[in-house]
């Protein structure tokens, strides 16, 4: 559905995309995984044709997006990073200008503004001003104004930043279920956990380059070690911190150690020196490694950066 | 105390680091007292207005009508105007050319000389003022500056009517038998050459003999004692019907003031789009970039005409301005200053970086404009430089364009030109502000 090649996109002398070829095929939820200044929006931006590309090329549906005709558009919604609104008109009427701007009229229009309210559950709020929304609420009609035009592709560019949980969960119900209907998606995020839960296909973009690409399992198969292994960081187990650096990764944060050991380094090796720094077995806790520990891996960096 | 010092030491650095603010509290109020003083003749040893352009029509062959018309031509407040420069080949200014030119907008005012100047019968001297009394400031200070001059000048033409006067009554051999006598007595009096005197008595200069040094002498006890005897009739060329005259010379530039603030207003409005992302949503929407911008001109346009319409009607409701006798022109003419206005609000937008720069920008447009366009003071009391620079800006052409309307009651061809300059300062200004929009960064 969507094919770029060797996009990039600078700004001045910042380089924000470097060389982007992605292939999304129809009804896919594709996540795009990256800290803030990866060059997500940059690439929403390209794909909505909101600007041009310094060079790559851009084929949706096999037609060139340019910047030039946006006649081609009404295929695709785009879910701006920020609250795009009038906040000073009300849900409704937000929801009438976008819809006329598509091009819909009259009796369909009012139809689609009716099921777009009732969706994200605004129908009873639909003539307050969107100004005096919670910061949820105006998320929700946020993202649900690039639906009333029934896309085949949506842009969601981080549409749950400074969210409740309610909220977020509503919105990760509702495009779920888009996506089951035939929707693609192509999702924005430096939350591992929502790459993680929503898409079927995630890419790991970072300084503008797609660092690793495939779906949840295929990523993490390309981490060289099989679990991460957490345990307090304390001053009875700063020695024992000290020697497994050199068996595998080790990092620290939220006063915890986090160990992800190299291939050769067994399990029981483990086990055993922690029993030589005499640490009993209950302070170690298993788990599954993360994005988090793959992006970590690939780029030096976490997420959260 | 510590917490105040920091606290201010924030203060100051947020206001020096906030440009705008910076150019609206120093640069805006300088440039201001600027054209203040010009107004009001504070600038360097000259005081008082200059090259107020004055028709002169001189129909009297008396050699004392050219020595008042080139004592006016000697007064640097006024510009004498004394052939009609509009009609091929030039010729000498007539009361009816004058009457034209005035109500063609050429000038405000001129003094007719009539043939009658020095009556036959009586003492004392006849004028006519012709005048387009559309700003009141303007008259005042005219029709003063005039008198001053006639006055002071009064005593040399005084002198020559009351020699006809006694030639009329006395017949020529006696007054010059007269004319001695009051030489004679006079130098007695005051002293002085008898024969030197008599002959100034002879060529009319009795009142310089009486009021001593006209040119130098306080003119104000003589003015009142002369007024009595020159009689100046003034005639209004345009706005005699006009219903409220006051609250219709003002209204214009009350009105364009409160337009521009409202427009720049909404150039301000454009950014937080900007910034909220809607652009981006509308431009990722089947919407060009020009239909952005012209979707803005369009509605800025419209606010302009509803606040102009709506402020003219309160000044009809309040002031009783004749607002509903050229309702149709006076619309023509407010979409034509709304135009204007709107584009001068694009601009705005397009060369600010920022909603802050913006209204930066705007404050000091808006300002200096209206000082310079006439909103706030008469233009014809600025000097010659600052005329001509007014005539480039929009709130000129709209203030002329309403009192065009509400004081001349022009008719719909009389308007074009000054309609036809209006939309082409839009044109022009959207012109500049479309194309600096391409170039800008205002959609990334
Ligand atoms: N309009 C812009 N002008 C200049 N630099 C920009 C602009 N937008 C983004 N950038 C830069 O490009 C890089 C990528 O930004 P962006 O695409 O917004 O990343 P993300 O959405 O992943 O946070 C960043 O370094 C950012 O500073
Ligand atoms: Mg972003």
Not at chain 1, 76 to 90: K, M, R, Y
Not at chain 2, 243 to 265: E, Q
Request: net charge neutral.
């Amino acid at each position: 559905m969507l094919i770029t090649r060797d996009l990039v996109k600078r700004y001045g002398p910042q380089l924000a995309l470097d060389g982007v070829s992605l292939d999304i095929g129809r009804g896919e939820f594709f996540g795009l995984l990256g800290p803030n200044g990866a060059g997500k929006s940059t690439f929403m931006s390209l794909v909505a044709g909101l600007r041009p590309p310094d060079a790559g090329s851009l084929t949706l549906d096999g037609v060139a997006v340019t910047t030039a005709d946006p006649s081609t558009r009404t295929a695709l919604g785009l879910v701006p990073q920020s609250i795009a609104l009038f906040e000073d008109l009300s849900a409704e009427q937000n929801l009438r200008v976008f819809g006329e701007l598509y091009g819909l009229r009259g009796a369909l229009l009012r139809e689609r503004i009716d099921e777009a309210l009732e969706a994200v559950q605004l129908a009873d709020r639909r003539r307050d001003q969107v100004k005096k929304f919670s910061g949820g609420m105006q998320r929700r009609l946020n993202l649900v104004v690039s639906l009333l035009h029934r896309p085949k592709l949506l842009l969601c560019d981080e549409p749950t930043v400074g969210i409740d949980p309610q909220s977020r969960n509503a919105i990760f119900d509702f495009l779920e279920a888009r996506n089951r209907e035939g929707l693609t998606i192509i999702y924005s995020t430096h939350y591992m956990e929502e790459a993680t839960r929503l898409c079927s296909r995630i890419g790991i973009i970072d300084h503008g380059r797609i660092h690793a690409l495939g779906t949840l399992e295929e990523l993490l198969t390309r981490l060289p070690f099989a679990d991460e292994i957490a345990f307090p960081a304390t001053p009875f187990t700063a020695e024992f911190a000290a020697r497994l650096a050199e068996h595998g990764e080790l990092t620290t944060a939220d006063g915890e150690h986090l160990f992800r050991s190299r291939p050769e380094f067994k399990t029981s090796a483990f086990y055993a020196l922690a029993e030589e720094c005499q640490l009993p077995a209950r302070l170690f806790v298993t788990r599954r490694p993360t994005l988090e520990a793959l992006f970590l891996h690939l780029t030096g960096r976490t997420l959260r950066e | 105390m510590r917490v105040i010092l920091t606290l201010v030491r924030k203060d100051i650095a947020n206001f020096l680091r906030n440009r705008p603010a910076v150019v609206i509290t120093f640069l805006v109020p300088i440039a201001l007292i600027y054209i203040f003083g010009f107004v009001f003749g504070l600038n360097g040893k000259d005081n008082g207005p200059t090259g107020i352009r004055l028709g002169v029509v001189n129909e009297s062959a008396s050699p004392a009508a050219q020595k008042l018309v080139d004592a006016l031509k000697g007064e640097k407040t006024f510009r004498v105007i004394s052939v009609d420069y509009t009609a091929k080949p030039e010729h000498p200014l007539t009361e009816a050319d004058a009457r034209r030119l005035i109500h063609d907008r050429e000038f405000n005012f001129a003094l007719v000389i009539p043939s009658d100047f020095i009556p036959d019968r009586g003492l004392g001297l006849r004028l006519k003022i012709l005048s387009d009394p559309r700003n009141e400031i303007e008259t005042q200070t005219v029709n003063g500056l005039l008198q001053k001059t006639i006055f002071s000048n009064v005593p040399q033409l005084l002198g020559q009517s009351l020699q006809a006067s006694a030639k009329r009554f006395l017949g020529d051999e006696r007054t010059k038998k007269f004319n001695a006598d009051l030489a004679g007595a006079v130098t007695s009096a005051f002293g002085g050459d008898a024969e030197e005197t008599r002959q100034t008595i002879e060529s009319g200069g009795i009142g310089a003999v009486l009021g001593g040094d006209s040119a130098t002498a306080n003119t104000q006890p003589k003015a009142d004692f002369f007024s009595r005897l020159v009689k100046i009739e003034n005639v209004q060329i345009a706005g005699k019907d006009v219903k409220s005259p006051a609250a219709t010379r003002v209204v214009g530039g009350w009105a364009m003031m409160f337009l521009l603030f409202a427009v720049s207003a909404g150039s301000a409005a454009f950014f937080d789009e900007k910034n909220a992302g809607l652009f981006q949503r509308l431009l990722s929407a089947p919407v060009r970039r020009s239909q952005l911008l012209w979707s803005r001109f369009v509605y800025g346009i419209l606010l302009g005409l509803v606040q102009l319409t709506t402020l003219f009607c309160a000044g009809r409701l309040l002031y009783g301005i004749d607002v509903f006798g050229h309702f149709g022109n006076l619309v023509v003419v407010c979409t034509a200053a709304a135009a204007a206005c709107a584009a001068f609000g694009m601009f705005i937008a397009a060369f600010s970086p920022n909603a802050q720069a913006a209204n930066g920008l705007s404050t000091f447009l808006v300002l200096t404009m209206s000082a310079t366009g006439g909103a706030w003071f008469p233009i014809g009391l600025m000097p010659e430089f600052m005329q001509r620079i007014a005539k480039f800006t929009l709130v000129y052409w709209s203030m002329e364009g309403f009192s065009r309307v509400l004081w001349a009651g022009n008719s719909l061809v009389e308007l074009l030109p000054t309609v036809g300059i209006l939309l082409a300062i839009a044109a022009g200004v959207m012109a500049v502000a479309i194309w600096r929009f391409n170039r800008g960064a205002v959609f990334d």
